[in-house]
Structures are given as structure tokens and as C-alpha cells.
Nanobody, 122 residues
Framework: QLQLVESGGGLVQPGGSLRLSCAAS????????FGWFRQAPGKEREGVSC????????LYADSVKGRFTISRDRGKNTVYLQMDSLKSEDTAVYYC???????????????WGQGTQVTVSS
């Protein structure tokens, strides 16, 4: 059974950077789409970025475009989310997810990680 384990969250000042990692066990990345989602207190879960494991296509939410970068390392079976120029509104629990459809429809993602907290505060 494929599992996803996130790491890399923490506390950072506005303008700072963090890199989240999502290590996938089981089948290789090529078979799936991997997405990063986030959920802030009192808000719905929203898509941040996704990447096709097969061809590397990427998609970003408008709120993070130009600041976040998603990537994959096939050798390590790991997906990353590099977050730069962080803002207080980026504070949320970030989740990695595996699915089959490219995009941010949460129903299309079948496996979810446990989440990692990102807090942007001075």
C-alpha cells in the first residue's frame, strides 16, 4: 500500500523560505499526479500546486504562482514544494496527496499524507 510522508514544515518569518518533502512508498512516481494542498483554520482545503509524475507538467494556484515551485525526484520517489517569499496568509497545514487526475479536485486524490504545519509569523 502506497503511503505518503510529509516533512519540512515549521515556523518562518515573512519573506523566508521552506521546502516541504513528500516521500512516497510503493509504486514509482510515474503512475500518478501528486498535489500539495493546504488548509488554514476555519477555511476549506485548497489546492496549491500539482505535478504529473509522468511528464512533469505543473500547475499552481494564483496565490502562490511565482513564489512556490513543485518538483519531483524519481530516484528518491519524493515530491518537493519549495516555498519562497512566504507571507502570513500562507500559514496552514500542508498536505501531500496522490491521485490520477491533473488538477485540484480533492475527490480525484486517493491517498493523503498526515499533513505538516507551516506557520509564517514574525
Amino acid at each position: 500500500q502506497l503511503q505518503l510522508v510529509e516533512s519540512g514544515g515549521g515556523l518562518v518569518q515573512p519573506g523566508g523560505s521552506l521546502r516541504l518533502s513528500c516521500a512516497a512508498s510503493g509504486r514509482t512516481l510515474d503512475y500518478y499526479v501528486f498535489g500539495w494542498f493546504r488548509q488554514a483554520p476555519g477555511k476549506e482545503r485548497e489546492g496549491v500546486s500539482c505535478i504529473s509524475g509522468k511528464d512533469g507538467r505543473t500547475l499552481y494556484a494564483d496565490s502562490v504562482k511565482g513564489r512556490f515551485t513543485i518538483s519531483r525526484d524519481r530516484g528518491k520517489n519524493t515530491v518537493y514544494l519549495q516555498m519562497d517569499s512566504l507571507k502570513s496568509e500562507d500559514t496552514a497545514v500542508y498536505y501531500c496527496a496522490r491521485g490520477y487526475a491533473f488538477g485540484f479536485e480533492t475527490d480525484e486524490y486517493v491517498t493523503w499524507g498526515q499533513g505538516t504545519q507551516v506557520t509564517v509569523s514574525s
